[in-house]
Protein backbone atom coordinates (compact mmCIF):
# COMPACT_ATOMS: atom_id res chain seq x y z
CA UNK A 1 0.00 0.00 0.00
CA UNK A 2 1.20 3.26 -1.20
CA UNK A 3 1.98 6.20 1.81
CA UNK A 4 -0.51 8.20 2.65
CA UNK A 5 -1.60 11.65 0.94
CA UNK A 6 -1.83 13.14 -2.61
CA UNK A 7 1.13 12.66 -5.35
CA UNK A 8 0.76 15.24 -8.09
CA UNK A 9 3.89 15.67 -11.30
CA UNK A 10 0.51 18.53 -13.21
CA UNK A 11 -2.89 18.88 -13.34
CA UNK A 12 -4.32 18.77 -16.04
CA UNK A 13 -1.15 16.63 -17.96
CA UNK A 14 -1.25 16.30 -21.66
CA UNK A 15 -4.53 13.59 -21.51
CA UNK A 16 -5.99 15.52 -18.66
CA UNK A 17 -6.25 18.97 -21.35
CA UNK A 18 -6.71 16.68 -24.54
CA UNK A 19 -10.02 15.20 -22.87
CA UNK A 20 -11.00 18.21 -21.33
CA UNK A 21 -11.22 20.14 -24.84
CA UNK A 22 -13.16 17.21 -26.10
CA UNK A 23 -15.48 17.73 -23.51
CA UNK A 24 -16.22 21.11 -23.87
CA UNK A 25 -16.70 20.32 -27.97
CA UNK A 26 -19.34 17.48 -27.52
CA UNK A 27 -20.85 17.68 -24.06
CA UNK A 28 -23.63 20.10 -23.15
CA UNK A 29 -22.53 23.55 -20.94
CA UNK A 30 -23.21 22.49 -17.27
CA UNK A 31 -21.43 23.38 -14.54
CA UNK A 32 -18.10 22.40 -15.74
CA UNK A 33 -15.28 25.55 -15.45
CA UNK A 34 -11.87 24.37 -17.09
CA UNK A 35 -9.89 27.01 -15.22
CA UNK A 36 -11.23 25.20 -11.81
CA UNK A 37 -12.17 22.48 -11.66
CA UNK A 38 -9.57 21.00 -13.78
CA UNK A 39 -9.46 16.77 -12.82
CA UNK A 40 -10.32 14.07 -15.56
CA UNK A 41 -10.92 11.23 -12.80
CA UNK A 42 -10.06 7.62 -14.22
CA UNK A 43 -10.55 5.88 -11.39
CA UNK A 44 -10.62 5.99 -7.86
CA UNK A 45 -8.62 4.05 -5.19
CA UNK A 46 -9.14 4.35 -1.40
CA UNK A 47 -10.67 8.12 -0.80
CA UNK A 48 -8.15 9.27 -3.71
CA UNK A 49 -8.94 10.29 -7.10
CA UNK A 50 -6.78 9.26 -9.74
CA UNK A 51 -6.80 10.95 -13.13
CA UNK A 52 -5.86 10.25 -16.60
CA UNK A 53 -2.45 11.24 -15.99
CA UNK A 54 -1.59 9.17 -13.19
CA UNK A 55 -2.07 12.21 -10.31
CA UNK A 56 -3.63 11.07 -7.54
CA UNK A 57 -5.76 13.85 -5.59
CA UNK A 58 -7.21 13.34 -2.19
CA UNK A 59 -10.97 13.87 -2.14
CA UNK A 60 -12.98 16.49 0.06
CA UNK A 61 -15.99 16.53 -2.57
CA UNK A 62 -17.24 13.12 -1.87
CA UNK A 63 -18.54 13.51 -6.11
CA UNK A 64 -20.49 16.46 -5.00
CA UNK A 65 -21.83 14.62 -1.98
CA UNK A 66 -22.58 11.28 -3.33
CA UNK A 67 -20.03 9.03 -2.47
CA UNK A 68 -20.12 9.17 1.62
CA UNK A 69 -19.86 5.74 2.30
CA UNK A 70 -16.37 5.52 0.20
CA UNK A 71 -15.27 6.55 -3.40
CA UNK A 72 -15.70 2.82 -4.44
CA UNK A 73 -17.11 0.89 -1.15
CA UNK A 74 -16.32 -2.64 -1.71
CA UNK A 75 -19.22 -4.03 -0.03
CA UNK A 76 -21.58 -1.67 -2.10
CA UNK A 77 -19.89 -3.05 -4.95
CA UNK A 78 -19.92 -6.81 -4.10
CA UNK A 79 -24.29 -5.51 -3.58
CA UNK A 80 -24.23 -4.43 -7.32
CA UNK A 81 -22.62 -7.89 -8.25
CA UNK A 82 -25.03 -10.32 -6.77
CA UNK A 83 -27.93 -8.45 -8.12
CA UNK A 84 -26.50 -8.28 -11.34
CA UNK A 85 -26.95 -12.15 -11.35
CA UNK A 86 -30.56 -12.06 -10.43
CA UNK A 87 -32.54 -8.62 -12.12
CA UNK A 88 -31.30 -5.65 -13.12
CA UNK A 89 -34.62 -3.77 -13.44
CA UNK A 90 -38.27 -4.56 -13.25
CA UNK A 91 -40.77 -2.01 -13.51
CA UNK A 92 -41.53 -1.06 -10.49
CA UNK A 93 -44.02 0.72 -10.44
CA UNK A 94 -46.55 -1.87 -12.40
CA UNK A 95 -45.00 -5.35 -11.21
CA UNK A 96 -43.73 -5.95 -7.88
CA UNK A 97 -39.85 -6.73 -6.53
CA UNK A 98 -38.99 -7.26 -3.28
CA UNK A 99 -36.07 -5.20 -3.47
CA UNK A 100 -37.92 -2.03 -3.49
CA UNK A 101 -39.86 -3.30 -0.28
CA UNK A 102 -36.52 -3.87 1.31
CA UNK A 103 -35.40 -0.56 0.86
CA UNK A 104 -38.84 0.99 1.20
CA UNK A 105 -38.79 -0.41 4.58
CA UNK A 106 -35.59 0.13 5.70
CA UNK A 107 -35.73 3.83 5.02
CA UNK A 108 -39.00 3.91 6.93
CA UNK A 109 -37.53 2.20 9.68
CA UNK A 110 -35.03 4.81 9.99
CA UNK A 111 -36.51 7.67 8.80
CA UNK A 112 -37.36 10.23 12.31
CA UNK A 113 -40.75 10.71 13.68
CA UNK A 114 -43.18 8.22 15.61
CA UNK A 115 -45.55 7.60 12.79
CA UNK A 116 -46.71 5.22 9.33
CA UNK A 117 -44.30 5.92 6.41
CA UNK A 118 -44.50 5.31 3.31
CA UNK A 119 -41.92 5.78 0.64
CA UNK A 120 -41.84 6.57 -3.54
CA UNK A 121 -38.36 5.70 -5.23
CA UNK A 122 -37.31 7.84 -7.92
CA UNK A 123 -33.83 8.28 -9.64
CA UNK A 124 -32.46 11.43 -8.04
CA UNK A 125 -33.22 14.63 -5.70
CA UNK A 126 -34.71 16.93 -7.71
CA UNK A 127 -37.19 14.29 -8.78
CA UNK A 128 -37.49 12.96 -4.99
CA UNK A 129 -38.32 16.77 -4.71
CA UNK A 130 -40.84 17.02 -7.24
CA UNK A 131 -42.58 13.75 -5.54
CA UNK A 132 -43.01 15.92 -2.31
CA UNK A 133 -44.36 18.52 -4.17
CA UNK A 134 -47.02 16.24 -5.34
CA UNK A 135 -48.03 14.44 -2.42
CA UNK A 136 -48.06 17.87 -0.53
CA UNK A 137 -50.36 19.08 -3.11
CA UNK A 138 -52.65 16.10 -3.58
CA UNK A 139 -52.81 15.15 0.06
CA UNK A 140 -53.84 18.56 1.53
CA UNK A 141 -55.49 19.50 -1.74
CA UNK A 142 -53.54 23.35 -1.02
CA UNK A 143 -51.32 25.15 -3.96
CA UNK A 144 -48.56 26.73 -2.43
CA UNK A 145 -45.34 26.54 -1.25
CA UNK A 146 -42.68 28.37 1.11
CA UNK A 147 -39.16 28.30 0.44
CA UNK A 148 -35.74 29.99 1.69
CA UNK A 149 -33.79 31.83 -0.14
CA UNK A 150 -30.17 31.17 -0.91
CA UNK A 151 -32.15 27.32 -1.21
CA UNK A 152 -31.08 24.85 -3.56
CA UNK A 153 -33.99 22.26 -4.57
CA UNK A 154 -33.16 20.98 -8.19
CA UNK A 155 -33.15 22.29 -11.62
CA UNK A 156 -36.54 20.85 -13.07
CA UNK A 157 -39.05 23.50 -13.52
CA UNK A 158 -41.19 22.32 -10.12
CA UNK A 159 -37.95 22.20 -7.91
CA UNK A 160 -36.30 25.20 -9.89
CA UNK A 161 -39.16 27.09 -8.95
CA UNK A 162 -37.87 26.38 -5.17
CA UNK A 163 -34.08 26.85 -5.66
CA UNK A 164 -33.14 30.09 -4.87
CA UNK A 165 -29.54 30.26 -4.45
CA UNK A 166 -28.12 31.78 -7.59
CA UNK A 167 -29.50 33.89 -10.62
CA UNK A 168 -28.33 31.89 -13.28
CA UNK A 169 -29.74 28.60 -12.21
CA UNK A 170 -33.25 30.41 -13.49
CA UNK A 171 -31.50 32.31 -16.48
CA UNK A 172 -33.86 32.76 -19.53
CA UNK A 173 -36.40 29.87 -17.76
CA UNK A 174 -39.34 31.78 -17.26
CA UNK A 175 -41.89 31.16 -16.15
CA UNK A 176 -41.32 28.66 -13.39
CA UNK A 177 -44.15 27.17 -11.37
CA UNK A 178 -46.17 29.25 -9.76
CA UNK A 179 -47.15 29.96 -6.16
CA UNK A 180 -44.12 29.61 -4.65
CA UNK A 181 -42.80 32.14 -1.85
CA UNK A 182 -39.11 32.82 -0.53
CA UNK A 183 -38.27 34.09 2.84
CA UNK A 184 -34.69 35.03 4.57
CA UNK A 185 -32.91 31.18 5.82
CA UNK A 186 -31.93 31.71 9.40
CA UNK A 187 -28.17 32.75 8.28
CA UNK A 188 -26.11 33.40 11.42
CA UNK A 189 -23.06 35.13 9.49
CA UNK A 190 -25.27 36.68 6.84
CA UNK A 191 -29.44 38.30 7.30
CA UNK A 192 -31.13 40.92 6.13
CA UNK A 193 -31.61 42.24 9.88
CA UNK A 194 -27.86 42.27 10.16
CA UNK A 195 -28.39 39.98 13.34
CA UNK A 196 -25.56 38.64 14.86
CA UNK A 197 -27.51 34.73 14.51
CA UNK A 198 -23.89 33.28 17.01
CA UNK A 199 -24.71 35.93 19.80
CA UNK A 200 -28.23 36.06 19.40
CA UNK A 201 -29.76 33.36 17.94
CA UNK A 202 -33.07 33.73 19.21
CA UNK A 203 -33.10 37.06 17.66
CA UNK A 204 -32.70 35.79 14.54
CA UNK A 205 -35.21 33.11 14.73
CA UNK A 206 -38.14 35.85 15.58
CA UNK A 207 -37.29 37.81 12.56
CA UNK A 208 -37.30 34.85 10.30
CA UNK A 209 -40.63 33.71 11.51
CA UNK A 210 -42.01 37.18 11.96
CA UNK A 211 -42.05 37.81 7.75
CA UNK A 212 -42.77 34.67 7.46
CA UNK A 213 -46.44 35.27 9.49
CA UNK A 214 -46.39 39.02 9.62
CA UNK A 215 -45.52 39.84 6.13
CA UNK A 216 -46.44 36.77 3.99
CA UNK A 217 -49.61 35.82 5.90
CA UNK A 218 -50.84 38.78 7.08
CA UNK A 219 -50.84 40.09 3.94
CA UNK A 220 -50.59 38.56 0.49
CA UNK A 221 -50.34 34.80 1.09
CA UNK A 222 -53.25 32.87 2.70
CA UNK A 223 -52.12 30.31 4.46
CA UNK A 224 -54.37 27.94 5.19
CA UNK A 225 -53.89 27.67 0.85
CA UNK A 226 -50.18 26.97 2.03
CA UNK A 227 -49.51 22.73 1.44
CA UNK A 228 -45.71 22.76 2.58
CA UNK A 229 -42.70 24.43 3.78
CA UNK A 230 -39.65 23.14 2.11
CA UNK A 231 -36.34 23.19 3.43
CA UNK A 232 -32.57 22.30 4.09
CA UNK A 233 -31.77 21.50 7.13
CA UNK A 234 -28.47 22.91 6.26
CA UNK A 235 -28.17 24.82 2.94
CA UNK A 236 -25.72 23.14 0.55
CA UNK A 237 -25.51 25.28 -2.75
CA UNK A 238 -26.09 28.24 -0.36
CA UNK A 239 -23.23 28.05 1.31
CA UNK A 240 -23.26 25.42 4.27
CA UNK A 241 -25.15 27.56 6.31
CA UNK A 242 -25.56 26.03 9.68
CA UNK A 243 -29.27 27.88 11.15
CA UNK A 244 -29.55 28.16 14.99
CA UNK A 245 -30.36 25.22 16.65
CA UNK A 246 -33.64 26.07 17.63
CA UNK A 247 -35.22 27.30 14.54
CA UNK A 248 -37.14 24.13 13.25
CA UNK A 249 -38.52 23.78 16.45
CA UNK A 250 -39.73 26.93 16.44
CA UNK A 251 -40.63 26.48 12.67
CA UNK A 252 -43.18 23.62 13.26
CA UNK A 253 -44.81 25.39 15.87
CA UNK A 254 -45.83 27.81 13.06
CA UNK A 255 -46.42 24.89 10.83
CA UNK A 256 -48.82 23.43 12.74
CA UNK A 257 -50.72 26.72 13.88
CA UNK A 258 -51.73 26.33 10.18
CA UNK A 259 -51.55 22.95 8.85
CA UNK A 260 -48.92 23.42 6.97
CA UNK A 261 -46.73 20.48 6.03
CA UNK A 262 -42.69 20.56 6.94
CA UNK A 263 -40.64 19.00 3.60
CA UNK A 264 -37.36 18.16 5.01
CA UNK A 265 -34.66 18.04 1.67
CA UNK A 266 -31.52 15.93 3.23
CA UNK A 267 -30.32 15.12 -0.31
CA UNK A 268 -27.05 16.57 0.41
CA UNK A 269 -27.24 16.80 4.17
CA UNK A 270 -28.61 13.23 4.52
CA UNK A 271 -26.68 9.55 4.83
CA UNK A 272 -24.50 10.32 7.21
CA UNK A 273 -23.21 13.67 6.86
CA UNK A 274 -23.44 15.27 10.31
CA UNK A 275 -22.63 12.22 11.87
CA UNK A 276 -26.22 11.40 12.22
CA UNK A 277 -28.69 9.45 9.73
CA UNK A 278 -30.35 12.72 8.83
CA UNK A 279 -29.31 15.91 9.33
CA UNK A 280 -32.61 17.11 10.80
CA UNK A 281 -31.92 14.85 13.90
CA UNK A 282 -29.54 17.61 15.22
CA UNK A 283 -32.58 20.02 15.33
CA UNK A 284 -34.87 17.66 17.23
CA UNK A 285 -38.17 17.27 14.78
CA UNK A 286 -39.59 15.26 12.96
CA UNK A 287 -40.24 16.18 9.60
CA UNK A 288 -43.82 15.16 7.41
CA UNK A 289 -41.97 14.61 4.38
CA UNK A 290 -38.31 13.55 3.77
CA UNK A 291 -36.81 13.86 0.54
CA UNK A 292 -33.10 11.72 -0.15
CA UNK A 293 -30.75 11.01 -3.05
CA UNK A 294 -26.66 11.63 -4.27
CA UNK A 295 -25.35 9.47 -1.16
CA UNK A 296 -27.94 6.69 -0.77
CA UNK A 297 -26.94 4.57 -3.47
CA UNK A 298 -23.33 5.33 -3.43
CA UNK A 299 -22.55 6.08 -6.85
CA UNK A 300 -26.07 4.14 -8.30
CA UNK A 301 -28.38 6.88 -9.16
CA UNK A 302 -31.60 6.75 -6.58
CA UNK A 303 -33.47 8.97 -4.85
CA UNK A 304 -36.33 8.42 -2.40
CA UNK A 305 -39.41 10.38 -0.88
CA UNK A 306 -40.42 9.28 2.66
CA UNK A 307 -43.68 10.62 3.81
CA UNK A 308 -46.48 10.39 6.19
CA UNK A 309 -48.18 7.46 5.23
CA UNK A 310 -51.69 9.24 5.56
CA UNK A 311 -50.55 11.67 3.00
CA UNK A 312 -50.41 8.52 0.37
CA UNK A 313 -52.15 9.31 -3.03
CA UNK A 314 -55.79 8.46 -3.28
CA UNK A 315 -55.71 6.47 -6.51
CA UNK A 316 -53.29 4.53 -9.05
CA UNK A 317 -51.94 6.55 -11.78
CA UNK A 318 -51.29 9.57 -9.58
CA UNK A 319 -47.53 9.41 -9.49
CA UNK A 320 -44.93 7.03 -11.15
CA UNK A 321 -41.92 6.54 -13.04
CA UNK A 322 -39.77 4.01 -14.99
CA UNK A 323 -36.73 3.60 -13.50
CA UNK A 324 -37.20 4.62 -9.69
CA UNK A 325 -36.37 2.03 -7.27
CA UNK A 326 -34.33 0.12 -9.96
CA UNK A 327 -32.93 -3.33 -8.73
CA UNK A 328 -29.56 -2.26 -8.40
CA UNK A 329 -29.62 0.99 -7.08
CA UNK A 330 -32.07 -0.58 -4.51
CA UNK A 331 -28.83 -3.20 -3.73
CA UNK A 332 -26.59 -0.54 -3.43
CA UNK A 333 -28.79 1.50 -1.52
CA UNK A 334 -29.27 -1.04 1.28
CA UNK A 335 -25.53 -2.05 1.49
CA UNK A 336 -24.85 2.16 2.27
CA UNK A 337 -27.38 2.46 4.99
CA UNK A 338 -25.48 -1.04 6.88
CA UNK A 339 -22.29 0.89 6.24
CA UNK A 340 -23.00 3.79 7.48
CA UNK A 341 -24.54 2.45 10.32
CA UNK A 342 -21.80 -0.03 10.77
CA UNK A 343 -19.25 2.97 11.86
CA UNK A 344 -19.32 5.49 9.18
CA UNK A 345 -21.70 8.13 11.05
CA UNK A 346 -19.49 7.18 13.82
CA UNK A 347 -16.35 8.22 12.60
CA UNK A 348 -18.26 11.69 11.16
CA UNK A 349 -18.65 12.21 14.89
CA UNK A 350 -15.22 10.96 15.83
CA UNK A 351 -13.38 13.58 13.30
CA UNK A 352 -15.77 16.53 13.76
CA UNK A 353 -13.74 17.83 16.73
CA UNK A 354 -10.71 17.63 14.53
CA UNK A 355 -12.29 19.93 11.47
CA UNK A 356 -13.79 22.15 13.98
CA UNK A 357 -10.45 23.20 15.79
CA UNK A 358 -8.59 23.14 12.61
CA UNK A 359 -10.66 25.72 10.67
CA UNK A 360 -11.60 27.63 13.49
CA UNK A 361 -7.91 28.24 13.86
CA UNK A 362 -7.27 29.15 10.21
CA UNK A 363 -10.29 31.66 10.52
CA UNK A 364 -8.33 33.13 13.49
CA UNK A 365 -5.27 32.96 11.49
CA UNK A 366 -6.34 34.50 8.46
CA UNK A 367 -8.47 37.81 7.49
CA UNK A 368 -9.63 36.37 4.46
CA UNK A 369 -11.83 34.07 6.06
CA UNK A 370 -14.94 35.58 7.67
CA UNK A 371 -16.56 32.65 8.80
CA UNK A 372 -16.69 28.75 9.44
CA UNK A 373 -19.82 26.71 9.97
CA UNK A 374 -20.17 23.09 10.14
CA UNK A 375 -21.40 19.63 11.87
CA UNK A 376 -20.14 16.38 11.48
CA UNK A 377 -17.63 16.20 8.23
CA UNK A 378 -19.96 19.16 6.36
CA UNK A 379 -18.08 22.18 6.66
CA UNK A 380 -18.18 25.67 4.73
CA UNK A 381 -15.98 28.04 5.05
CA UNK A 382 -17.03 31.89 3.62
CA UNK A 383 -13.97 34.53 2.27
CA UNK A 384 -14.18 37.78 2.28
CA UNK A 385 -12.60 40.72 1.54
CA UNK A 386 -13.09 42.64 4.47
CA UNK A 387 -15.47 40.97 7.86
CA UNK A 388 -16.64 44.35 8.78
CA UNK A 389 -19.11 44.94 5.53
CA UNK A 390 -18.30 40.94 4.76
CA UNK A 391 -17.94 41.90 1.46
CA UNK A 392 -17.75 39.05 -0.86
CA UNK A 393 -14.59 37.45 -1.96
CA UNK A 394 -15.48 34.88 -4.69
CA UNK A 395 -12.21 35.58 -6.78
CA UNK A 396 -10.31 34.82 -4.42
CA UNK A 397 -12.05 31.84 -3.22
CA UNK A 398 -11.87 30.59 -6.74
CA UNK A 399 -8.29 30.65 -6.35
CA UNK A 400 -8.18 28.33 -2.91
CA UNK A 401 -10.55 25.88 -4.91
CA UNK A 402 -7.34 26.34 -7.64
CA UNK A 403 -4.23 26.18 -5.46
CA UNK A 404 -5.40 23.10 -3.66
CA UNK A 405 -6.42 21.08 -6.84
CA UNK A 406 -2.54 21.82 -7.39
CA UNK A 407 -1.26 20.32 -4.65
CA UNK A 408 -3.48 17.57 -4.80
CA UNK A 409 -6.70 18.28 -3.07
CA UNK A 410 -10.39 17.86 -4.48
CA UNK A 411 -12.94 20.70 -2.95
CA UNK A 412 -15.85 22.36 -4.62
CA UNK A 413 -16.93 26.12 -4.12
CA UNK A 414 -20.45 27.03 -3.08
CA UNK A 415 -22.68 29.98 -2.04
CA UNK A 416 -20.80 33.59 -3.41
CA UNK A 417 -17.82 32.55 -1.82
CA UNK A 418 -17.79 29.85 0.27
CA UNK A 419 -16.28 26.73 -0.18
CA UNK A 420 -16.87 23.38 1.15
CA UNK A 421 -15.17 20.64 2.58
CA UNK A 422 -17.10 17.09 2.37
CA UNK A 423 -14.77 14.31 2.24
CA UNK A 424 -15.93 10.70 2.55
CA UNK A 425 -17.16 9.21 5.80
CA UNK A 426 -14.28 6.94 5.26
CA UNK A 427 -11.26 9.20 5.66
CA UNK A 428 -9.24 8.18 9.27
CA UNK A 429 -7.91 11.46 11.17
CA UNK A 430 -4.40 11.26 9.22
CA UNK A 431 -6.00 11.46 5.96
CA UNK A 432 -7.84 14.42 7.21
CA UNK A 433 -5.08 16.32 8.79
CA UNK A 434 -2.60 15.89 5.29
CA UNK A 435 -6.27 17.78 3.84
CA UNK A 436 -6.40 20.42 6.34
CA UNK A 437 -3.32 21.41 5.70
CA UNK A 438 -3.56 21.61 1.96
CA UNK A 439 -6.80 24.32 2.64
CA UNK A 440 -4.48 26.27 4.56
CA UNK A 441 -1.24 26.50 1.96
CA UNK A 442 -4.34 27.36 -0.47
CA UNK A 443 -5.74 30.10 1.51
CA UNK A 444 -2.17 30.98 2.38
CA UNK A 445 -0.39 31.78 -0.72
CA UNK A 446 -4.06 33.10 -1.99
CA UNK A 447 -3.64 35.56 0.67
CA UNK A 448 -0.24 36.32 0.44
CA UNK A 449 -0.79 37.16 -3.55
CA UNK A 450 -3.32 39.73 -2.89
CA UNK A 451 -2.18 41.51 0.42
CA UNK A 452 -4.33 39.79 2.72
CA UNK A 453 -3.39 39.80 6.75
CA UNK A 454 -1.94 36.81 8.34
CA UNK A 455 -1.54 36.87 12.07
Partial sequence: MWMKGPQVKEIPGPKGREIIEKHHKYMATTTNDPNEYFLVIERAEGNYWIDVDGNRVLDFSSGIGVLNAGLRNPRVIEAVKRQLDLVIHAAGTDYYNPYQVQLAERLAGIAPG?????????????????????????STNRKLFIAFIGAFHGRTH???????????????????MPGVEHIPYPNPYRNPWHIDGYENPDELINRVLEYL??????????????????????QGEGGYVVPPKN?????????????????????????????????IENFGI??????????????????????????????????????GGNALACAAALAVIDELQNGLMENARKLEPLFRERLEEIKEKYELVGDVRGIGLAWGLEFVK??????????????????????????????????????????????????????EKAIHRVSERHGYRVH
Fill in 386 to 439: DRKTKEYAAKERNEIVVEALKMGLATLGCGRSSLRLIPPLTIDEEEAKIGLDIV
Fill in 213 to 234: EDYLFHHYVPPEEVAGIIFEPI
Fill in 114 to 138: DFEKKVFLSNSGTEANEAALKIAKW
Fill in 158 to 176: GTMSLTASKPVHRSRMFPT
Fill in 247 to 279: FFKELKKVADKYGILLIDDEVQMGMGRTGKMWA
Fill in 286 to 323: APDIITVAKALGGGVPIGATIFRADLDFGKEGVHGNTF
